[in-house]
């Protein structure tokens, strides 16, 4: 009974008790102004250039005409279309290797808004291409919006990560993958005929870049930067109490301080852990495998072939060519529903099941598909379960797979080690995406439509890799998330002292062991 009743004591002491969701508009208008900007530029330009790639390639042979005096032949041309749609990948590799130096110096936010830079810039190299007859303009300016994808990849996901309560963090990590599949629909739309994908008005889909880089450089500036950022790299502790006071839309935050020092393990002489230091961290072995493992699968998963197959698969369903750019809009539709879906879930049913789930349900899809492709000659119904396979294909990536790598990479990872933990990240992520745009039209060749049993595989060793390794990260702090890992790493976590801050302002030493063992007390008597 005595140990009961220290137990209580000590969960009084640290403020660990039920109480209602702490967040304010200003969360919320944060989160969207940050994605909009960001994450929304890149899956605009991921399917940007699909809708007029025709026109841009007479342009590439007028321009060529012009110079040489001939026609461009089809290998030269198949070259240069090829380098205009990778080179965005190439970006994106050096944009990773650019967010930590930038960030340790302007922080996570005036990181973001410094990208924009490079979005304004791309826009208008691509924008003015062809009234310039250049495409190197457009080979460069695909390039630079590469690098902007980059940085915002990893940038906005360390951002919204940080300034999340543990409540809604994955909710409002589910944001970055929700402006994605909106932007990916939305250069489906405004590729369209009737809209900006005609000969005359294809330089404008490019130009539009501009507005979303635009209201990101005046709306992020009045909110603030990442308390946690401020706290422990700045040394800024009433500036980050502000930000904390902003966020969370409340005046005493005295127990997110105190939450914040135990989970970063903060020491007066902390300072950022380089790439090479994480990677031979015995503490962060398993962490960097599952990362890598995970932004391996996003990208190799075969979301790429859907694209491929999308227009063939929807002309034998007898849907007439001219309405196809119409019915693929229902893919990108599906997209953005079912990435809302798993945020408005992922509180709930937590990133294991959705992740390990979403792979699983691909693997199953891709190989109904590859037999209904194989049949679709023997029955009039049989390309229309195809059109369902592709669309369940594309719900199941967007519920999970599509978006939680970004919040477990910032989830797995303490305030030092982020930065370093995310250009890993990033790195796999790039060159996975660059692989499947080098390798992927000679496994369709080879393969045709067995193609998608690789996929399949790949997915199938993602969901079991993460079933037996993946811990459930929901609604834990940083400090019980490294628990986890510290017993598949076979690593105690060292008893360091962390300075505690009370009500008064005075800190409290207390050992960080005995204060996750209050912590599980606390939870073990429902406190929590």
Same mark, same amino acid.
């Given at each position: ?131 310039? @007859?250049?495409? /190197? &303009? !457009? ?9 902007? #994808?980059? $940085?915002?990849?990893? *940038? ?34 405004? @590729?369209?005929? /009737? &809209? !900006? ?9 490019? #130009?539009? $870049?501009?507005?979303? *880089? ?34 969370? @839309? ?279």
């Amino acid at each position: 009974m005595k140990d009961s009743g220290k137990d209580e004591a000590d969960c009084k002491e640290v403020k660990v008790v039920k109480k209602k969701l702490d967040w304010s508009y200003s969360l919320i208008v944060a989160s969207l102004v940050g994605a909009f900007g960001s994450s929304f530029l890149y899956g605009y330009n991921l399917s940007v250039v699909n809708a007029p790639s025709r026109y841009i390639k007479t342009f590439y042979n007028d321009t060529w005409g012009k110079r040489q005096g001939h026609p461009i032949n089809d290998n030269t041309l198949m070259l240069l279309w090829s380098v205009t749609v990778s080179i965005f990948a190439i970006g994106g590799l050096v944009g990773t290797m650019m967010v930590t130096p930038i960030g340790k110096v302007l922080g996570r936010k005036y990181t973001l808004l410094v990208n924009n830079a490079f979005a304004i810039l791309a826009a208008l190299l691509m924008a003015c291409s062809h009234q310039a @007859g250049s495409f /190197e &303009m !457009l080979i460069l300016g695909r390039f630079i919006m590469g690098i902007d #994808g980059g $940085i915002a990849l990893s *940038a906005l996901p360390m951002y919204l990560n940080e300034i999340s309560p543990k409540e809604i963090r994955g909710s409002l990590g589910q944001v970055t993958a929700i402006f994605i599949c909106i932007g990916v629909f939305t250069g489906q739309l405004l @590729g369209l005929p /009737e &809209m !900006l994908g005609q000969e005359s008005r294809w330089p404008y889909l490019f #130009g539009v $870049i501009v507005v979303p *880089a635009f209201i990101q450089l005046v709306g992020l500036p009045f909110l603030p930067e990442s308390p946690r950022y401020l706290l422990f790299e700045k040394r800024d502790q009433d500036g980050a109490k502000k930000a904390f006071q902003t966020f969370l @839309g409340k005046m005493d935050v005295s127990q997110e301080i105190e939450e914040a020092l135990v989970e970063s393990r903060v020491q007066r002489n902390i300072r950022l852990v380089s790439v090479w230091e994480l990677l031979t961290r015995r503490s962060a072995r398993w962490q960097i495998i599952t990362v890598i493992i995970t932004m391996a699968c996003y990208q190799l998963c075969g979301l790429n072939a859907i694209w491929f197959y999308t227009n063939s698969i929807f002309s034998t369903a007898g849907i007439p060519t001219e309405k196809i750019p119409y019915i693929t809009l229902s893919t990108g539709g599906t997209e953005i529903l079912a990435a809302i879906f798993s945020g408005l879930v992922i509180e709930r049913l937590g990133r294991r099941p959705l992740l390990v789930g979403g792979f699983g349900l691909m693997a199953l899809f891709f190989g109904i598909l590859t037999v209904t492709l194989t049949l679709q000659d023997k029955a009039p119904w049989i390309p229309y379960l195809s059109i369902i396979c592709i669309l369940s294909i594309i719900a199941s990536f967007c519920s999970g797979p599509g978006g939680i790598p970004f919040i477990l990479t910032g989830e797995f990872f303490q305030q030092t080690q982020r930065p370093a933990a995310f250009m890993i990240a990033g790195t796999v992520n790039w060159l996975s995406n660059f692989a499947v745009g080098l390798l992927f039209p000679y496994i369709v060749e080879g393969l045709k439509t067995y193609c998608f049993l690789v996929f399949a595989a790949i997915c199938i060793a993602g969901a079991t890799f993460l079933y037996f390794v993946l811990p459930e990260t929901k609604n834990k702090t940083y400090a019980e998330i490294s628990q986890e890992f510290a017993k598949r790493n076979k690593e105690n976590l060292p008893e360091e002292k962390i300075e505690q801050v009370g009500d008064n302002g005075q800190a409290n030493g207390k050992s960080e062991l005995e204060f996750s063992s209050t912590l599980n007390n606390c939870i073990q008597n429902k406190i929590i």
